[in-house]
């Protein structure tokens, strides 16, 4: 039985860390100018499912019993993320944990502070997948193969890579193509790549393309995918604002898990998918904890892949 302790809680690219400079808040949040006690924090996310819980929270006033006026904006991911939190364009943002790690990696002074989301035991929201008469039958049979992944070296190839090996494949034939996912499904039909990674994966879906590895759950059944991270700064100077920030993040994430139908009404007001792609989307596990057996597990497999130069710190990243 694996053991689990349970805690509160995308590559940086060197052209992305060159806009890691000054802050333009040095207040980790901006006092309402009503004088009214309102805090104003800028959230940076990506608009995809992943997310329902903070948009659920800021829809249903969580953020606003705890003084936070919250403006939620869109990234393309973790790289774009970390120096947004680093420079002050965002008080917190959403970003996988191999993204906190290679940001830590770099020597930049980053804190998940909340869990963001989960995946489901069995299956996903995420999968690889191949054309419905492809030859790969298996993980392993990605060896050799082009795969596409949203960034590169990140948690994508880190866990496609770990599911191979343990399939008896050689992960260090695989190539990965970076591809955003709109452009992931489009890729595989056309042959740009024998395999892609998309996100969200659904089950109309499997009339076109098979399943060859729901590689979040596959890699590990409890991964927790990614968080809310804000800077070392802001964690140090304004305890107060994490705190209120964790403690309407935490609510909105037990919230999201109990009402899983307003968690696919409010992913309708900020994405593009239809309402029957919801209706045939397995959600991800929404919860405040992080499994911590299963991080470790995550960073070990990054040293071992490259993706960091060494094991993570996990005390250092994690509250």
Same mark, same amino acid.
């Given at each position: 039985?694996?053991?689990?302790?349970?805690?509160? %809680?995308?590559?940086?690219?060197?052209?992305?860390?060159?806009?890691?400079?000054?802050?333009?808040?040095?207040?980790?949040?901006?006092?309402?100018?009503?004088?009214?006690?309102?805090?104003?924090?800028?959230?940076?996310?990506?608009?995809?499912?992943?997310?329902?819980?903070?948009?659920?929270?800021?829809?249903?006033?969580?953020?606003?019993?705890?003084? $936070?006026?919250? /403006?939620?904006?869109?990234? /393309?991911?973790?790289?774009?993320?970390?120096?947004?939190?680093?420079?002050?364009?965002?008080?917190?943002?959403?970003?996988?944990?191999?993204?906190? &790690?290679?940001?830590?990696?770099?020597?930049?002074?980053?804190?998940?502070?909340?869990?963001?989301?989960?995946?489901?035991?069995?299956?996903?929201?995420?999968?690889?997948?191949?054309?419905?008469?492809? !030859?790969?039958?298996? =993980?392993?049979?990605?060896?050799?193969?082009?795969?596409?992944?949203?960034? *590169?070296?990140?948690?994508? #190839?880190?866990?496609?890579?770990?599911?191979?090996?343990?399939?008896?494949?050689?992960?260090?034939?695989?190539?990965?193509?970076?591809?955003?996912?709109?452009?992931?499904?489009?890729?595989?039909?056309?042959?740009?790549?024998?395999?892609?990674?998309?996100?969200?994966?659904?089950?109309? &879906?499997?009339?076109?393309?098979?399943?060859?590895?729901?590689?979040?759950? #596959?890699? #590990? !059944?409890?991964?927790?995918?990614?968080?809310?991270?804000?800077?070392?700064? /802001?964690? +140090?100077?304004?305890?107060? %604002?994490?705190?209120?920030?964790?403690?309407? &993040?935490?609510?909105?994430?037990?919230?999201?898990?109990?009402?899983?139908?307003?968690?696919?009404?409010?992913?309708?007001?900020?994405?593009? $998918? +239809?309402?029957?792609?919801?209706?045939?989307?397995?959600?991800?596990?929404?919860? =405040?904890?992080?499994?911590?057996?299963? $991080?470790?597990? $995550?960073?070990?497999?990054?040293?071992?892949?490259?993706?960091?130069?060494?094991?993570?710190? *996990?005390?250092? %990243? %994690? !509250?």
């Amino acid at each position: 039985m694996r053991k689990t302790a349970f805690i509160s %809680l995308a590559v940086v690219s060197a052209l992305a860390l060159s806009a890691c400079g000054g802050s333009s808040d040095d207040s980790g949040g901006s006092a309402d100018a009503s004088g009214g006690g309102t805090t104003k924090i800028t959230v940076g996310v990506l608009p995809v499912p992943d997310t329902a819980a903070l948009y659920l929270g800021v829809d249903k006033g969580f953020f606003s019993d705890e003084g $936070l006026d919250v /403006t939620v904006q869109s990234t /393309t991911g973790g790289a774009v993320a970390v120096p947004g939190v680093v420079s002050g364009d965002y008080d917190f943002a959403f970003g996988n944990y191999v993204s906190g &790690m290679v940001a830590r990696d770099k020597g930049i002074d980053i804190k998940y502070v909340t869990n963001a989301t989960t995946t489901p035991a069995t299956g996903g929201f995420q999968a690889v997948v191949v054309p419905k008469d492809s !030859p790969i039958q298996s =993980p392993a049979d990605l060896a050799g193969k082009t795969v596409s992944v949203n960034n *590169l070296s990140n948690i994508n #190839d880190t866990t496609i890579r770990g599911v191979i090996d343990a399939d008896g494949g050689d992960s260090s034939k695989v190539k990965f193509l970076e591809l955003a996912f709109p452009d992931a499904v489009a890729a595989v039909e056309g042959g740009k790549v024998d395999a892609a990674t998309v996100n969200p994966w659904t089950s109309d &879906m499997e009339s076109k393309f098979r399943v060859i590895t729901y590689n979040f759950s #596959d890699f #590990d !059944p409890d991964l927790d995918i990614a968080g809310f991270f804000t800077s070392g700064k /802001t964690v +140090s100077e304004k305890p107060e %604002l994490v705190k209120e920030f964790q403690t309407a &993040m935490n609510k909105s994430l037990q919230y999201a898990q109990d009402n899983p139908d307003e968690v696919r009404r409010i992913i309708l007001t900020y994405t593009k $998918l +239809s309402q029957d792609t919801l209706a045939n989307l397995t959600l991800p596990v929404f919860r =405040p904890d992080v499994n911590r057996d299963a $991080l470790t597990k $995550l960073g070990a497999s990054a040293k071992e892949y490259g993706t960091v130069a060494k094991a993570p710190d *996990l005390d250092a %990243l %994690l !509250p």
